[in-house]
């Protein structure tokens, strides 16, 4: 699976500028911090899953956090270390997480908007949780089944080779295998979509925040 293919060049200069601080800061990220703010402490690891150009960074550098992106884009990663280059507290992985676990675990991961665009839920979500040591965050579609959905993608070149996918997940199944996996669990509304039915690529879908912690009862 290759992002790449299905955003196009506009898309990548999009997050260049993002990392630059050029473009305002997104939504999901001020409503993330706002929500993870108690659990913040200088040194606190922290794993951000599809994480590009790794402009998350930059949200909740004032905690002094210690950051791991993970993505399999080598052109957003080449990117990525470059602008990071000597910061001892941030470092970066190459990973495909559809396919296995994150090669490393932090106590807080987070994942917005990648987990829909993957072809199924599963092993994916299994994936993520296993990276999480105590705390794990995610922004995607969600609703009352789960509905897979796919395009052929909207770059010209690649559409006859890679598909876009725009999946809705099941509340049940999310949050029913994190808590099976001895997390308590949280539903947030979206801020950015206020949770409201926004129609993309010819299906109805509606973003959520799930956060989930850890039970150490």
């Known amino acids: 699976m290759g992002f790449i293919e299905i955003t196009g060049p506009d898309y990548t200069e999009l997050l260049l500028k ?7 800061e997104l939504t999901w990220l001020k409503q993330f911090r706002n929500i993870l703010q108690p659990k913040l402490r200088r040194g606190v690891t922290m794993l951000d899953i599809g994480c590009a150009t790794g402009y998350a960074y930059n949200s909740f550098k004032e905690f002094g956090i210690v950051y791991t992106g ?10 990525a270390a470059q602008w990071f ?7 970066f992985i190459r990973h495909d997480i559809t396919i296995s676990a994150p090669p490393k675990t932090a106590e807080i991961v987070f994942c917005s908007a990648m987990l829909e665009h993957c072809p199924c839920l599963e092993p994916t979500l299994g994936n993520l949780v296993s990276g999480a040591e105590r705390i794990l965050m995610l922004r995607t579609f969600l609703g009352a089944v789960e509905h897979i959905h796919c395009i052929p993608s909207p770059v010209p070149e690649h559409r006859d ?15 029913g295998y994190i808590e099976g996996r001895g997390f308590n669990t949280r539903v947030y509304r979206d801020q950015y979509t206020d949770s409201m039915p926004q129609f993309v690529d010819g299906v109805v879908r509606t973003f959520y925040i799930v956060y989930g ?5």
Do not use: W
């Not at 912690?213 to 009862?217: G, L, M, V």
């Open 213 to 217: 912690e850890k039970n150490t009862a």
């Open 161 to 175: 080779t890679h598909q876009k996918y725009n999946n809705q997940y099941s509340f049940k199944d999310v949050l």
């Open 18 to 24: 993002r990392l630059q601080g050029k473009v305002p």
């Open 70 to 79: 993970l993505d399999m884009e080598p052109e957003y990663l080449k990117v």
């Open 85 to 91: 280059s000597g910061i001892t507290e941030v470092n």
